[in-house]
């Protein structure tokens, strides 16, 4: 064989391999996803390979100790190219130099009409949340504001007004929940309660600030008189109150019940104050026949002209030691763009879209969604993202602080206190 011929085979060897896949570079995505979600997911990143046929894309979804796996695996230079991260894991992997700033990137591949790369594409709020200084350390994947909802068909039976939805005040909250606590039974006790007493500290926060309120000073470095002061006391003293008034079942009594969600499926709880992840539940309980036919408001507020809430997220972030960095963020971008949020959002249904464009949309064929999605308009970054003493420092010393209040029946000025003071002592020795 002349060597002109070999030559010539070789190429043709060579161009058969790469059309089949040979010469792809291969690009791992790591996610806490399961079930429909993972679906979703890999027919995102089927697109996307389509569209970038030099990559394999490997999906891996970890079921158990996902952080504790993606840190292990950076530690040991294995990383994952696109790791999913929940807002308020990000402070704690910036520190630790974990992850690469998209920024530069994604203003080079935005200028190449590169899916996803534009951060102008995505509601303000939701880049600020992955924002460190002019640095940006995740894509966008959905979000969950917190609001309210409500089960029209248990107001409608017993007669109560829709609550407003633009929002509403403290009075108009407590009205409607006078309205929806009945005792059907003429026993002496409620058979019916107008919400779900808020307990958890992922609703407390926002509806503190929905208050007037704030929890840390600007520079996160201490609680006592932000968490602590008078104006959060009044807010939680309210709610307390309303317990105490019989309009929502205490924690223990709910429980026994099988819990608020359960409660509010069969019309013995009107209103449920949460995330908009609720609307999963309730859509797959509405699917098995409960008479569920849901509405939506925002959080009661001190104040109408503060009108504030928090959005959760979780983004599509890059470690910092991947071997092809421009390939793993145009993946991280895919994943977080256009195509990707009309997957998960407007045919899968499973969150708010980060996208305007798709949450538009979305608003258009879904009242519900409408309303949550019009919270981004003043919905605050989560305090997670912004401090490492969040998570799970500031959470634990919640959870510790309502069993004060609920069990050992301290004051709620008392378990503020304690709690404030209790938090500073981590921030004061570095504990998170």
């Known amino acids: 064989?002349?060597?002109?011929?070999?030559?010539?085979?070789?190429?043709?060897?060579?161009?058969?391999?790469?059309?089949?896949?040979y010469a792809k570079t291969q690009l791992r995505v790591a996610t806490w996803a399961g079930g429909e979600e993972a679906e979703l997911d890999e027919a995102i990143i089927a697109e996307f390979m389509a569209q970038n046929p030099e990559y394999e894309v490997v999906y891996e979804p970890v079921s158990t100790d996902y952080y504790q796996k993606i840190l292990t695996d950076i530690g040991a230079g294995t990383p994952p190219d696109v790791?999913?991260?929940d807002a308020e894991m990000v402070p704690r992997y910036v520190e630790g130099d974990f992850?690469?700033?998209?920024?530069?990137?994604?203003?080079?591949?935005?200028?190449?009409?590169?899916?996803?790369?534009?951060?102008?594409?995505?509601?303000?709020?939701?880049i600020d949340i992955f924002r460190s200084g002019r640095s940006i350390y995740a894509v966008p994947k959905d979000t969950s504001p917190i609001g309210v909802f409500y089960n029209k068909v248990m107001f409608d039976e017993l007669g109560v007004p829709y609550p407003p939805e633009e929002g509403w005040t403290w009075e108009e909250f407590e009205e409607t929940a006078r309205l929806l606590s009945v005792d059907k039974d003429g026993d002496g006790e409620n058979d019916t309660w107008g919400f779900g007493f808020p307990s958890w500290v992922g609703v407390v926060v926002p509806l503190?600030?929905?208050?007037?309120?704030?929890?840390?000073?600007?520079?996160?470095?201490?609680?006592?008189?932000y968490l602590n002061s008078q104006t959060n006391k009044d807010t939680y003293?309210?709610?307390?109150?309303?317990?105490?008034k019989g309009y929502s079942p205490d924690p223990q009594e709910a429980s026994a019940l099988g819990g608020a969600g359960p409660l509010f499926y069969t019309s013995r709880i009107g209103m449920i104050i949460t995330g908009r992840w609720f609307n999963i539940s309730v859509k797959s309980q509405i699917a098995q026949g409960a008479n569920i036919r849901l509405g939506a408001t925002t959080l009661p507020f001190k104040d109408m002209n503060n009108k504030e809430t928090v959005t959760y997220a979780s983004g599509w972030a890059v470690p910092s030691n991947v071997a092809?960095?421009?390939?793993?963020?145009?993946?991280?971008?895919?994943?977080?763009?256009?195509?990707?949020q009309t997957k998960r959002c407007l045919e899968g249904g499973l969150a708010i879209s980060a996208q305007q464009s798709v949450a538009k949309t979305q608003g258009e064929s879904d009242a519900v969604d409408n309303i949550f999605i019009s919270m981004l308009d003043f919905a605050r970054v989560p305090l997670g993202s912004e401090t490492k003493f969040y998570r799970p420092k500031f959470?634990?010393?919640?959870?510790?602080?309502?069993?004060?209040?609920?069990?050992?029946?301290?004051?709620?000025?008392?378990?503020?206190?304690w709690a404030a003071k209790t938090i500073d002592e981590f921030i004061e020795q570095g504990e998170y």
């Open 99 to 126: 992850l690469t700033d998209l920024a530069p990137f994604l203003n080079r591949l935005s200028r190449e009409n590169v899916p996803g790369t534009d951060v102008n594409a995505f509601f303000p709020v939701l």
């Open 395 to 417: 959470e634990s010393t919640w959870a510790d602080a309502f069993d004060r209040m609920y069990i050992n029946e301290e004051s709620i000025s008392d378990a503020f206190d």
């Open 237 to 244: 003293q309210f709610f307390w109150d309303m317990m105490d």
């Open 1 to 21: 064989m002349n060597k002109k011929l070999f030559t010539v085979m070789l190429i043709v060897v060579l161009i058969f391999f790469a059309a089949n896949g």
């Open 324 to 340: 092809d960095k421009q390939g793993a963020i145009k993946l991280a971008a895919f994943l977080g763009s256009e195509y990707a």
């Open 208 to 225: 503190l600030w929905a208050g007037g309120g704030e929890v840390f000073n600007e520079d996160f470095t201490q609680t006592t008189g």
């Open 83 to 85: 790791v999913l991260l």
